[in-house]
């Protein structure tokens, strides 16, 4: 745990040994956690000092409660977008219910009961599934809504945050194109998801861009994890042509790129070059350092808690679509291509 700064929900998790959710159902009063983990934890909170949002525990609309809807809370790219969340909501004075559906995108109607029974004042929902069924059913029911990279583009009346992922896959294949690379491989997350989508179309833009050909066997799709990148990765390395280049689609699908790669005898960037996606805190101490392209996380969960915010205090939104703005971050992972 760090020294300085207030310690987060993530920390306090960490140094208990217990999921983040069991933290935020502790701070909240739910009764579903064991005696032995509830005092742990609470010893912990007071220990370091963990400054609760002076939440109005009540039935109603009157609470101070925001509810955090998430994948999974397993992997650091979820965490940075709770860091952003958290945030914002202490600094404003709420407190925060954050609710994990492992892998079930789409939310249940237990659990939009719940929220309304605890009196939330409004969800943020991460790689969330919104059906016009729920959508419909959330706004008759007075629940406000933010999604954050939604698995499809939410309609126009909906908030959500996302990032620009299309220009992320353009300047990762830009880049390894400047290098000389012509065979460039891409691993994409879930194929139904949105940024998969848009990350996938960038790619193939930037290759068009230059007047190279997308072969479709250089395509592969897979989860985000380090064993989507294993797989892919290894699929392409057994092609006749393989590629000298392999775009990945989160840094964590590039770990398994790189173990691929070991595996095969080969080395990075000497016989194969690779760029990731997220730039997360783990990036730059792989070997080699990883190029990756920064998705800027804690703000798209900053600007989500605050879009939240803006919606249930009456305010008007200028739009209701926010895209923060990705970059290429250049490390040790890229190179020209051996001729």
């Given amino acids: 745990m760090a020294a300085t700064g207030r310690p987060t929900m993530a920390e306090i998790a960490k140094e208990a040994n217990v999921a983040i959710s069991t933290v935020s159902k502790v701070l909240n009063g739910h009764t579903d956690v064991s005696a032995a983990t509830r005092s742990r934890v609470e010893r912990l909170l007071a220990e370091r000092g963990y400054r609760r949002p002076r939440a109005v525990r009540r039935a109603g609309r009157g609470s101070d409660l925001v509810d955090l809807v998430i994948n999974d809370l397993d992997s650091v790219w979820g965490l940075e977008i709770l860091s952003g969340v958290e945030e914002v909501l202490e600094a404003a004075g709420h407190a925060l219910v954050v609710s994990t559906v492992h892998n079930r995108q789409s939310l249940t109607r237990r659990w939009v009961d719940s929220a309304l029974a605890r009196g939330s004042q409004g969800a943020i929902l991460v790689l969330s599934e919104l059906t016009e069924r729920q959508r419909a059913d959330l706004d008759r029911r007075g629940l406000p809504i933010v999604v954050v990279d939604g698995v499809d583009q939410p309609p126009p009346d909906v908030a959500s945050i996302g990032a620009t992922n299309f220009a992320g896959g ?169 001729s």
């Avoid at 940024?195 to 179309?201: E, K, S």
């Avoid at 790189?258 to 960037?269: D, N």
């Avoid at 805190?281 to 070997?287: L, Q, R």
């Fill in 170 to 338: 353009y300047v990762a294949a830009e880049h390894l194109i400047s290098l000389g690379h012509r065979r460039i491989g891409a691993i994409g997350g879930p194929e139904r998801l949105q940024c998969t989508r848009a990350r996938i179309a960038g790619y193939r833009a930037a290759l068009e861009s230059a007047g190279l050909p997308t072969d479709r066997q250089l395509i592969r799709y897979g989860n985000f994890m380090h064993e989507g990148g294993l797989r892919g990765a290894q699929l392409l390395l057994a092609l006749p042509s393989p590629p000298t280049a392999i775009f990945a689609g989160s840094d964590q699908q590039a770990t398994g790129v790189y173990e691929a790669v070991r595996r095969a005898g080969l080395t990075i960037p000497g016989d194969v070059s690779v760029v990731g996606f997220d730039d997360l805190n783990f990036a730059e101490w792989t070997a080699p350092p990883m190029t990756t392209v920064r998705q800027p996380l804690h703000e798209m969960g900053v600007a989500a808690a605050r879009t939240l915010l803006r919606i249930v205090n009456g305010e008007r939104l200028e739009s209701t679509r926010i895209e923060l703005a990705t970059h290429l971050v250049v490390r040790g992972s890229t190179a020209a291509p051996d």
